[in-house]
Structures are given as structure tokens and as C-alpha cells.
């Protein structure tokens, strides 16, 4: 056991509105309602972590993340921060699910561990700079005419690719990608995501329409809990599947890699509960062979920081989501990634994460602190 012990813990609501309104199959988002989690030790380090709670998929709010942060604030002091195993295990058994709160201790442990090594979190995690990051863009639910003029604004843009939401009606979806793929061209990438929207047939069918239009592949078409209709999706697909949200931790990972029910693991902090099993996950797509894409919620550039990190600790991962932080309309992240354009993402080598907030827009929000 180390020296060092928690000794404080404060919990954060950060609101950020988005520029213009988000609409996915499941609801339309007008905010980021996060919370921040800070772990203060002995030693005088801070960890920092972050989470975006979506009621639609995880089933957590701002209200009940920062609700249940407080117990989980008390279970931690006096606790060895650096013994990351054992906090998280006691986390999971006092609190059953809520993979998005937990994600928010997980990050700000890993913050503090690669804080007192001096290292950045990505290079004590094994990885490397090694590969150019670019994000694609996402177009929500909209007119055939709307998601197309986003589609062509986000090409001249440079993004290397979009992503878009769809799962409406058979009808309605192949119109909104036909608009697309008549205004960018024959050959830029375009991914879809369904958001669970469709059922077993309406799936097939509008994946076997939309194979003209050379779609890299789909996520998540059908409801989340139907694995087993899921298989059947993708051996009648054209399209390539990608899990999202049937996918939460490493157990998930391995019951659709033996089942073979998808292509794509699709990973997100909110729902693995961060980085420890975020990390069991990657093994497990490594282990089957499997490819994966990291995704985000409404996260600032702080949680996208983090997730950069874990990107560059492994080659499995492919195919990089990490737009959400563009859709805000405030940026209250000090130091982190970079954004140059054309969807790259750019790491300065620092210790930790390498990211905080700034202390006069967190003074504005909500706040707890236990000790």
C-alpha cells in the first residue's frame, strides 16, 4: 500500500449548451449536462475525471450522477488512490450499473496514477504516438436536404469522414443518404448509426437498400438486448455492424465476439465505466480478431483528452468518434488536445491526462465537496 490517501473529493455539474440542437432516433440533446470529479490525496496530487450522462442509453442523469458521486466521494477517503484494482471493485460493489458515474472516478484514478509516474497516461498504458488521430463528424436526424448541406459543409472541412444518424423509416433513411452521397461524391466515407431505431426487418432491409451508396458500416441497428436477431442482422447486411450500445463492458465484448454478432466494438467511457474495463474491452476485440471505434456522448475536450490516450494505447483501435467537444458551444478545458482542422487531434505529451478546467467557469456550476 502506497503512502498517499484520498482525502477530498469534489463533485462538479458542467453544463455546456450545444451550438445547435442534437437529434438521434432516441431523443433530441440541447446540452451537455456532465459532471467533473476531482480526487485530492495526501501527496497534494489532484485526479481529474469527467462524464456525460444520456438518459437514453445509460439510463443516468446529471442529478443521479452526481447524487450517487457523493456516497461513492464518502466509500473513497482515506483509501490508496493508486490501487486502482481495489477502488474500482469496491465502486462496482456499492453501486450496481451507472457505468457513466463510475467512469468519472475511474479517469480521475488513472489521472492521479500517471500524475505521481510523471508520465503521460497513454505512454504508462504502453502506447505510442504512433499514427495521425482524425476524427469524423456526426449529422443528426434531419431532411434529406438538411443532412446533406451539413454533409458537403463538414467535407470542405476536411473531416475524412461522417457519420450519420439514422433509424427512422426505410423511406426516410434512404433519402437522407442518397441526398448525402449525391452532394459529397461517389467515393468520401459516410458511416451510419441507427441508434437501435429499427426492428429485425426494417433493419435488413434498409441495410440492402443503402449498398449502393458504399457505407463503411452501421451501428447499432437494432434494439440493444436482442443479440441473437443482431447475428441474423449481420449475416443478411451488405453493411458492416458495429455494437454500440449492446456493448457496455468486457463481458458484453465477449458474448458478441462468440456469438458473432458484429463486426465493430464501439467503446465509450459512459458506458464501460472508463478506462480499466474500457481496456479489458480492447482485449477482448484483440483476442477475437475484432476492430474497434471509440465514441463519445456530449463529453468536453477534457474526457476526449482521456480518450485520446487510450486510443494510442492500442492498434485495435481504428475508427475515432471524438467530435462532441465541436458541438458544444463553449470550451472550458485547459491544456488536453488540440483541434487543427480537418478532424486532427493533436496530444502535447504531458503528465496525467494533461487537461484541467478553467476554475472561473467551474465556479459558476454546482458543486459538492467531501472530506
Known amino acids: 500500500?502506497?503512502?498517499?490517501v484520498i482525502t477530498k473529493v469534489e463533485i462538479i455539474k458542467l453544463n455546456i449548451p450545444y451550438k445547435e440542437p442534437f437529434v438521434i432516433s432516441l431523443g433530441v440533446i440541447h446540452e451537455a449536462t456532465n459532471v467533473v470529479v476531482r480526487i485530492h490525496i495526501s501527496t497534494g496530487l489532484t485526479?481529474?475525471?469527467e462524464c456525460a450522462p444520456f438518459v437514453f442509453i445509460v439510463g443516468e442523469t446529471q442529478e443521479t450522477v452526481f447524487e450517487l458521486a457523493k456516497q461513492v466521494g464518502k466509500l473513497l477517503l482515506g483509501k490508496d488512490p493508486f490501487a486502482i484494482g481495489e477502488r474500482l471493485n469496491e465502486i462496482d460493489r456499492a453501486v450496481q450499473g451507472n457505468p457513466t458515474m463510475k467512469s468519472a472516478f475511474d479517469m480521475a484514478l488513472y489521472d492521479l496514477l500517471a500524475?505521481?509516474?510523471?508520465?503521460?497516461?497513454?505512454?504508462?498504458?504502453?502506447?505510442?504516438k504512433n499514427r495521425e488521430i482524425h476524427t469524423d463528424m456526426t449529422i443528426s436526424i434531419g431532411t434529406p436536404e438538411k443532412v446533406a448541406s451539413d454533409a458537403l459543409t463538414f467535407q470542405r472541412e476536411g473531416f475524412p469522414a461522417i457519420k450519420v444518424k439514422l433509424g427512422t423509416s426505410l423511406k426516410e433513411d434512404v433519402a437522407r443518404i442518397r441526398a448525402i452521397r449525391h452532394a459529397v461524391g461517389p467515393d468520401?466515407?459516410?458511416r451510419i448509426d441507427a441508434n437501435q431505431g429499427w426492428d429485425t426487418t426494417t433493419a435488413i432491409e434498409?441495410?440492402?437498400?443503402?449498398?449502393?451508396?458504399?457505407?463503411e458500416h452501421c451501428e447499432e441497428p437494432i434494439a440493444h438486448w436482442n443479440s441473437r436477431e443482431l447475428v441474423k442482422v449481420r449475416a443478411?447486411?451488405?453493411?458492416?455492424?458495429?455494437a454500440d450500445e449492446s456493448i457496455f463492458d468486457h463481458h458484453d465484448a465477449f458474448r458478441l465476439a462468440s456469438m458473432g454478432a458484429c463486426d465493430y466494438f464501439n467503446i465509450k467511457f459512459s458506458k464501460s465505466g472508463g478506462i480499466h474495463k474500457a481496456l479489458k474491452i480492447v482485449a477482448v476485440a484483440e483476442s477475437a480478431g475484432i476492430k474497434c471505434q471509440v465514441g463519445c456522448m456530449s463529453e468536453s475536450r477534457f474526457a476526449l483528452?482521456?480518450?485520446?490516450?487510450?486510443?494510442?494505447?492500442?492498434?485495435?483501435?481504428?475508427?475515432?468518434?471524438?467530435?462532441?467537444?465541436?458541438?458544444?458551444?463553449a470550451d472550458p478545458v485547459i491544456g488536453g488536445i488540440e483541434y487543427q482542422g480537418s478532424g486532427l487531434w493533436i496530444l502535447e505529451d504531458r503528465p496525467g491526462i494533461g487537461a484541467g478546467f478553467d476554475e472561473e467557469y467551474l465556479e459558476t456550476m454546482e458543486k459538492v465537496s467531501i472530506s
Do not use: N
Open 115 to 128: 500524475l505521481k509516474a510523471g508520465m503521460p497516461l497513454y505512454q504508462l498504458l504502453g502506447g505510442t
Open 47 to 49: 485526479g481529474t475525471g
Open 188 to 190: 468520401y466515407p459516410i
Open 1 to 4: 500500500m502506497s503512502s498517499a
Open 206 to 215: 434498409t441495410l440492402k437498400a443503402l449498398e449502393p451508396f458504399h457505407i
Open 305 to 329: 483528452t482521456a480518450l485520446m490516450h487510450l486510443v494510442l494505447a492500442s492498434d485495435a483501435i481504428v475508427h475515432y468518434d471524438m467530435d462532441s467537444s465541436l458541438m458544444l458551444d
Open 236 to 242: 443478411y447486411s451488405p453493411i458492416p455492424i458495429m
